[in-house]
């Protein structure tokens, strides 16, 4: 059974910074990529950022150059370092993974609980 827990989230004033972490446990034969998404109250998740297993990003717009992904292999985690914060991330954020548990598994996503992050002064 794969699961993927976070940890990190909360209260952050505009302009500062929070960081998320994620554990991914349970079988894996194949990890092709990990990252995070957000929602928004009413919409759909976004995409944030990802980094494939040969270590390609992928960063949505709204983040370049405030957002952070990385990837640890060794221990199947990936972390969120968010910098210069700004109200309109206030969102919920979900750790994301795209794996295949068995050699002759479905290559799946797998999703974290997600974890509220808030933006105010």
């Known amino acids: 059974q794969v699961q993927l827990v976070e940890s990190g989230g909360g209260l952050a004033q505009p302009g500062g910074s929070l960081s998320l972490s994620c554990s991914v446990s349970?079988?894996?034969?194949?990890?092709?990529?990990m990252g995070w998404y957000r929602q928004f109250p009413g919409k759909e998740r976004e995409l944030i950022g990802k980094?494939?297993?040969?270590?390609?990003?992928d960063y949505a717009d709204s983040v370049k150059g405030r957002f952070t992904v990385t990837r640890h292999n060794t221990n199947n985690t990936v972390d969120l370092q968010m910098d210069n914060l700004k109200p309109e991330d206030t969102a919920v954020y979900f750790c994301w993974a795209d794996l295949r548990p068995f050699l002759r598994g479905s290559r799946t996503d797998y999703w974290g609980q997600g974890t509220q992050v808030t933006v105010s002064s």
């Open positions: 980094v494939t297993r040969d270590g390609t990003t």
């Open positions: 349970g079988r894996i034969f194949t990890n092709f990529a």
